[in-house]
């Protein structure tokens, strides 16, 4: 089987790749779709096939997708346009036959208030439509996201944050890697939505401690209104456009869009999820 991983260069999709090796897929049948091939040579190097793939330019796609099996769709980073940008992934893929589309979206896409959400949602509604077999895999944040949180909070004794007492079911980015990959290679996943979170959810107090613990220097955190935050980022210099999505994506955890956890990552990759100490403490 031949199997698509788009934004391959990227820390998600080489891990993936990583994945994928290990559970003894010969990297002859993966194509590492990228938007710079450069950035993947290592790739090559391992034998992987190499492909020009840019979400912006339909014609690298078609070409990519073309022969392929299987394609993991890892979401775009560019906010305001990946649903046009997953659309032109999903039109090739059916076009050319695929078997499956895996799909990396985010926690509870349809119902949720995190302010990424719609364009996930959305994504998930064209795969419907398409008719592709599809895998959805809604992953929880990466205990990753908080190295630049730490090293603030290491040098200043302060995490803020206005997300009060939300807790979040992070997971270190080789879990959601390992499940990828995991749905890519098993049968038996078609049609499901995975809700994939870490074994253990946090709240920020929590995070604190944590950091002060892989830090060895006191660190405290501080609970701000959305308000207060607000002033606080402005007084940093961030453009309005930035402050709003920043507080209401964290107005979003406070409410709890994070919270969730019921074991579902860790099943799939048959072993505990990585503690969030561990993964600050690689990144320290």
């Known amino acids: 089987m031949s199997i698509l991983i788009t934004g391959a260069a990227g820390q998600l999709g080489r891990l993936v790749i990583d994945s994928l090796i ?27 096939r190499v492909a020009s793939l840019d979400y912006n330019d339909a014609a690298t796609v078609t070409a990519a997708v073309k022969g392929v099996d299987a394609v993991l769709l890892i979401s775009g980073s560019e906010l305001g346009k990946r649903v046009t940008q997953h659309q032109t992934v999903v039109d090739a893929a059916k076009a050319a036959g695929v078997a499956k589309i895996v799909y990396t979206s985010a926690p509870k896409a349809t119902t949720s208030d995190l302010v990424v959400a719609p364009e996930h949602k959305a994504t998930e509604e064209l795969i419907a439509a398409s008719g592709i077999p599809a895998v959805i895999l809604r992953n929880n944040w990466y205990n990753e996201n908080y190295a630049g949180p730490m090293a603030q909070a290491a040098s200043t004794g302060v995490l803020a944050a206005s997300v009060g007492d939300g807790k979040v079911a992070s997971a ?4 959601f890697a390992d499940a990828a990959a995991a749905v890519l290679l098993e049968d038996g996943h078609i049609g499901a939505v995975y809700e994939l979170g870490g074994d253990a959810a946090w709240d920020h107090a929590e995070l604190a401690a944590t950091i002060a613990d892989v830090a060895g220097s006191p660190v405290e955190y501080t609970a701000l209104s ?7 980022l402005e007084s940093a210099g961030l453009d309005a456009g930035t402050i709003g999505f920043v507080t209401t994506l964290e107005a979003g955890i406070r409410g709890g869009a994070l919270a969730d956890t019921d074991g579902t990552l860790a099943r799939l990759i048959g072993r505990p999820t990585t503690p969030l100490a561990e993964s600050l403490r690689a990144l320290a």
């Open 22 to 48: 290990a559970r003894g897929t010969d990297p002859q049948s993966i194509v590492a779709g990228a938007r710079d091939v450069a950035k993947a040579s290592d790739l090559a190097a391992r034998g992987v």
């Open 226 to 232: 959305t308000e207060q935050h607000a002033a606080a």
């Open 172 to 175: 270190s980015r080789r879990d």
